[in-house]
């Protein structure tokens, strides 16, 4: 999404959120990772890793291939198919059983509280009926807060998480079945405890929970729990999982299965096919209609009527019958909706500078400290909110007369009225007989209960009343999201624009008196201003609130209202959840890059500094460049396309004949002078597989030579395991750069498992004799790989080699270095890709690109150098 710009961000200073790119230097943005001092702007951070959608076209991939026809592929995808509906299952119960947990205590908090307020009312003592609620409050809260000790990424709403993992960014134990647990039980205590905060946004991370866990089964909390389930054993197949749970959590929390299968398109996954749209599609219904059978079936006793479509639902709007000049909207209310929406997106750009100032103090000022501290804070939240909710209820809130709308009410009122449900929906604190609160009747309900008032109830909120809870809503709510509890942000954000709207729609009636206006259609209108100026979601939320509503005319004026906001959103600042993947420091790509990004080319933003190794490794100098470097893909190569012949037949060690071209090797050294590269090189010293006796019978006759003189230092005997110098400090440009022909790309995680399982053979026998590992070997420990610092040295002999050519893959998507930036973008997005080497046109590697090679912020770094060198 779009940030500030240039002259934009000097007008809007005041939000905080501009002007901060601008105004870093070169030098700034080149080391990423870093926070500068001035603007106190996080960078992204270097310490995440993308995930490997791309396949591994290696041997054991293509032993599995062989094996393969059109019966075991037809068995494959029923089986994925039956996962998906599974994925869906499960993720309609776990949103069945926070409904039903969220409810219970709620009625039970409300029936106490609204007992005693009742009886204290006349007899003085509204400060016991106080006490109550805070120490139910309290209660709630504090055990929200101690879940979030246990799983620290339990926290928030997991939205902008998901949207990290789903764009391809590996985020560390967000989902895991202890971060799900902790989410589900944290969510329904914190809402529970009267926080402003919702319970949609976590169902969208436990959905993706479930997604990424279910197919695997197995769980690292349940270690000794484990099934010989062969399938789905890559980041490929989960990430699909990830994004089909996702769009579930979405279809139970709103019942909308469309609109959840464009979110996880919208907001997340960069890589998208039509055969996985069918499969989200089938998980969200899938999703949506185990909610609905169940919670239809417990409230009204009629199993199978499928009532009740999500855990939010708008109601039906239709005007009244007796009102003849009443219409859910006309053309000229789409000019007030344009207006609403510009209010709602510099509503929502307040809102989002506001929380990221907060946010920022957090990290600065809660986070260093103990973790009791954060606990403290969300009961201060707590008790602040529920001090607030009781004094504005009893002094701020309106006696008013009952109406005979309020008495009967529309369908949807009546629905809810006849559900067991101890809450009324109309509150009567502090006020005479056949009159109620208004400021109570919206505070002391569930938050889907005062949404359906302002959806659904016709003048029973004055203008005073609606602008107070606007106020009050909004700066509490600002101040709640971000603290250490689960949190969702969607439904205090729709009550908060119902709120607005409404009063739009009062104000337009008293005071203009525009008597055709549907004050309901101006709450929902309200509602999407306000909720797309915080989130600034387009496709996806507008298809969310027509599902909602079951209102198909209501689609040209919501996506109307949603596009405004977002734009006049974006003028200022990102979308809340944008702003939050920022504040972590993850790399996350954009859908593409800026028209100005295409003066780069793939040379300019590469990395030039590689740690590779050859085909044929000695044990002693993986182990050295797996514990002395922290990549995770290691390109495979030779030094001279002399010898590819004897690489393809594996029978010795290709660095034993190095033969160099003097002109192959300046000529590029060359070319890296001339792009500037001044960073420290980091080619590994274990890399000199090469026997010590044929050094002498490979060595040219000329010792004057430069060319020589490098061979000369090249030839060195092994380092020990753990070298205390490397010699890599007195490499010269030409040895850094040397020309290296490329094979393929093999990955730390291979590696490390070739070395645990000892796939390796002397120096005296054939590759051929080297043990082989099928792919379900390879892939027996995934998702958690051995570590290489866990390795037992003891057992492995140092001069054994191993022949990585068979687990490497060698055909990775590649760039030439004159492909242009958007060129490049484009095919590590699309294709979800890890590492994308650079090689050039005689199939030399000259760099290699990650997705930190590729983010905004890197790009403007290297953009600016290109200026300065023309």
């Known amino acids: 999404m779009a940030g500030c710009r240039g002259s934009v961000c000097c007008c809007c200073r005041w939000c905080c959120c501009c002007g901060e790119r601008e105004s870093r230097t070169p030098e700034e943005l080149t080391i990423l990772g870093e926070t500068q001092e001035e603007e106190d702007e996080i960078l992204p951070r270097k310490d995440y890793e993308s995930l490997d959608y791309d396949r591994c076209i290696n041997d054991p991939y293509l032993e599995v291939l062989e094996t393969m026809d059109n019966k075991k592929g037809r068995r494959y995808e029923a089986v994925k198919w039956m996962v998906v509906f599974a994925i869906g299952v499960c993720t309609g119960l776990v949103g069945l059983f926070v409904d039903f947990s969220v409810r219970l205590f709620t009625q039970l908090k409300f029936g106490v509280v609204q007992t005693s307020v009742e009886e204290c009312s006349q007899k003085g003592c509204l400060a016991l009926s106080l006490l109550e609620l805070l120490g139910f409050n309290l209660t709630f809260v504090f055990l929200a807060s101690l879940l979030v000790l246990i799983e620290p990424v339990a926290a928030g709403s997991g939205i902008p998480e998901i949207k990290c993992y789903l764009n391809g960014v590996k985020v560390p134990g967000i989902v895991r079945l202890r971060t799900l ?8 205590f914190s809402v529970a405890g009267g926080l402003f905060v919702g319970k949609e946004g976590p169902m969208i991370h436990s959905g993706a929970v479930v997604g990424a866990g279910l197919p695997q089964f197995q769980s690292i909390s349940l270690r000794k729990i484990q099934f010989n389930f062969p399938y789905f054993r890559s980041d490929r197949d989960k990430r699909d999982f990830v994004s089909a749970g996702a769009a579930a959590g979405v279809a139970a929390a709103f019942g909308a299965p469309i609109g959840g299968t464009l979110f996880s398109l919208e907001e997340g996954s960069s890589f998208w096919n039509q055969g996985l749209t069918w499969k989200v599609l089938f998980c969200s219904m899938s999703a949506a209609f185990t909610l609905n059978f169940f919670r239809s079936g417990i409230q009204f006793g009629s199993w199978g009527s499928f009532q009740l479509p999500g855990l939010l639902s708008f109601g039906e709007f239709k005007c009244s019958d007796s009102d003849k000049k009443c219409h859910l909207w006309t053309a000229m209310d789409l000019g007030f ?3 609403m929406g510009v209010i709602g997106g510099l509503l929502g750009a307040t809102f989002n500078c506001l929380n990221k100032r907060l946010a920022k103090y957090r990290m600065r000022n809660v986070h260093p400290k103990p973790k009791l501290v954060r606990v403290l804070e969300s009961l201060l939240v707590s008790l602040v909110t529920t001090v607030v909710v009781f004094v504005a209820s009893m002094v701020l809130g309106e006696c008013r007369q009952m109406s005979s709308a309020s008495q009967t009410g529309n369908g949807s009122f009546q629905l809810q009225t006849t559900s067991e449900d101890v809450n009324s929906t ?26 359906l008032q302002l959806f659904h109830q016709d003048g029973t909120f004055s203008p005073i009343t609606l602008a107070l809870f606007f106020i009050l809503y909004f700066l509490l709510a ?27 729609a009062n104000v337009l009636k008293s005071y203009i008196g525009l008597g055709h206006i549907y004050s309901g259609t101006f709450a929902l209108i309200g509602a999407a201003a306000f909720l797309g100026g915080v989130v600034r ?8 609130l027509m599902e909602s509503t079951n209102e198909i005319t209501y689609g040209l004026p919501i996506m109307i209202t949603l596009m405004v906001a977002k734009w006049t959103g974006d003028f200022f600042n990102k979308g809340i959840y944008d702003i939050h993947v920022g504040l972590r420091g993850v790399p996350l790509l954009e859908w593409e890059t800026e028209v100005e990004m295409d003066k780069l080319r793939a040379s300019d933003i590469m990395e030039p500094n590689l740690t590779y190794v050859y085909p044929h490794t000695r044990i002693q100098s993986l182990v050295s460049i797996l514990r002395t470097t922290v990549h995770h893909a290691f390109p495979v190569v030779t030094e001279n396309r002399g010898n590819e012949k004897d690489f393809m037949k594996g029978n010795q060690l290709i660095s034993n004949n190095i033969k160099f071209k003097k002109s192959s090797i300046l000529t590029r050294a060359g070319e890296q002078r001339k792009r500037g590269q001044s960073m420290k090189s980091y ?22 030579d430069l060319l020589q003189q490098m061979l000369e230092r090249r030839y060195t005997p092994y380092p020990n395991l753990y070298p205390d110098q490397s010699p890599s400090e007195d490499w010269t440009m030409e040895e850094r750069f040397r020309p290296l022909t490329f094979h393929g790309l093999a990955l730390r995680s291979q590696l490390v498992t070739l070395l645990v399982r000892g796939v390796c053979y002397s120096e005296s026998q054939s590759s051929a004799s080297q043990p082989r590992l099928s792919y379900a070997e390879m892939a ?32 990775p998507f590649t760039v030439s270095p004159n492909t242009h930036v958007s060129q490049v973008f484009n095919l590590f997005r699309t294709m979800g890709l890890r590492h994308l080497p650079v090689v050039n046109a005689v199939g030399e590697i000259v760099g290699i690109i990650t997705r930190h090679n590729l983010t905004y912020e890197f790009l403007q770094a290297r953009l600016r150098q290109h200026y300065q060198t023309l």
């Open 181 to 188: 647990l902790c989410k589900v039980f944290g969510v329904l």
């Open 337 to 339: 909706f344009v207006v």
């Open 426 to 451: 109309i509150k009567t604190f502090f006020c005479p007989n056949d009159t109620y609160n208004d400021m109570a009747t919206l505070f002391f309900n569930s938050q889907e209960s005062a949404i």
């Open 478 to 504: 600002c101040w709640t999201f971000g603290t250490s509890v689960p949190s969702g942000l969607f439904v205090p954000s729709l009550l908060c624009g119902a709120a607005f709207g409404r009063l739009v």
């Open 537 to 544: 979601m387009t496709i996806s939320l507008t298809v969310i």
């Open 683 to 704: 080619p590994s010293s274990e890399l000199r597989n090469v026997c010590d006796e044929h050094v002498a019978s490979e060595e040219p006759a000329e010792k004057e």
């Open 780 to 811: 027996e420990d995934y998702p958690r790989y051995p570590d290489i610092h866990d390795l037992d040295l003891t057992l492995l002999n140092p001069r054994m080699i191993v022949d990585v050519t068979p687990y490497m893959n060698p055909s």
